[in-house]
């Protein structure tokens, strides 16, 4: 049987991630913050992925976001070097 995923947060921990979810100006960290809250309230990664946020995930997006939290914290939330939108050049 799979080992269910658990984060267990700090009273400190806790108050950081929801102020960011409450008040972050960036979308994704909001939803990543919400995200991780859940399931430090005990729900599965899968059901929050499907379910418990605005737009569907796939469940391995939310294990990555645990264990970037747990390796980095805060910090390891953000968009890494590299990802997202590029800028278009036009000559």
Known sequence: MPRTLQLDLTKEQRQELERMRDHHARPHLREKAAALLK?????????????????????????RWVARYQAEGVAGLGVRTGRGRKASFSP
Do not use: E, F, M, P
């Open 39 to 63: 399931i430090a309230d005990g729900q599965n990664g899968l059901q929050v992925a499907r379910h418990g946020l605005l737009k569907a995930r796939d469940s391995d997006t939310i294990y």
